[in-house]
């Protein structure tokens, strides 16, 4: 099973809201991913864990919040998001940091 | 820092004919390369990953073979079919003192015709 999954699927908030992105997996995997996609454009790396702790953020802003509570679980909390963070976010997953990487089908957010 | 390009960004194909997607990087250091597919608004699928020990994977109708020297993997696909429509995307896996974190092309958009 190679499965990543991903809720919710569609999510629209107001710029004041607080709400959570969610990624499991149950591959026993050990560094998991968070990506932003814009329309039309390659997907952008924003964190990865590595054995549960980060190891690399990429200069994202501190309205995005990752967590992950265990090897399966990964979240993203989102604060105060501003319109132009609306975009696909896909979690993926890989048995070790730099092996094949699986992905979730991602979460449509909408930023009102 | 690591460039990848895929060219050319969009391309249509009569059914039955073969496919040729190009990806050429910048930093011949890679850790891997990896080819995905992906839907209009669906996640990414993974096709194939090449170590950066190994010139060519192959799985069904698909291969993939991978220069480093020169910078350049070739994504082949025999025998189109209009279920092969999507955006094939490539992405290479670099050395960084973090970690490995994976550098995407901006894709190639395939239409095959029935």
């Known amino acids: 099973d190679t499965e990543v999954t991903q809720t919710p699927k569609h999510l629209v908030m107001g710029m004041t809201n607080k709400k959570s992105l969610k990624c499991e997996q149950h591959?026993?995997?050990?560094?998991m991913y968070w990506y932003k996609q814009k329309a039309k454009k390659p997907p952008e790396l924003m964190f990865v864990?590595?054995?549960?702790?980060?190891?690399i953020n990429e200069s994202v802003p501190s309205r995005f919040s990752p967590e992950c509570p265990n090897s399966s679980l990964l979240n993203l909390h989102l604060h105060a998001l501003q319109p132009e963070d609306s975009a696909l976010y896909l979690c993926?997953?890989?048995?070790?940091?730099?092996?094949?990487?699986?992905f979730g089908p991602g979460t449509r957010l909408t930023v009102t | 820092k690591q460039e990848v390009t895929q060219i050319p960004a969009a391309l249509s194909v009569p059914e039955g004919e073969n496919l040729v997607l190009n990806c050429s990087f910048t930093?011949?250091?890679?850790?891997?390369l990896q080819w995905f597919r992906q839907d209009p608004g669906k996640g990414l699928t993974s096709l194939l990953l090449?170590?950066?020990?190994?010139r060519e994977q192959t799985s069904g109708r698909l291969n993939a073979s991978l220069d480093k020297s020169s910078g350049r993997s070739t994504l082949y696909i025999a025998a189109s079919q209009p279920g092969d429509s999507a955006t094939y995307l490539c992405a290479v896996s670099g050395f960084e003192a973090a970690g490995n974190k994976l550098t995407f092309g901006g894709g190639t958009r395939v239409l095959v015709k029935p």
């Open positions: 591959m026993g995997h050990r560094a």
């Open positions: 930093d011949s250091a890679i850790y891997n």
């Open positions: 864990y590595s054995y549960e702790k980060l190891s």
């Open positions: 993926a997953s890989s048995q070790e940091n730099g092996y094949e990487q699986y």
């Open positions: 090449i170590q950066s020990s190994q």
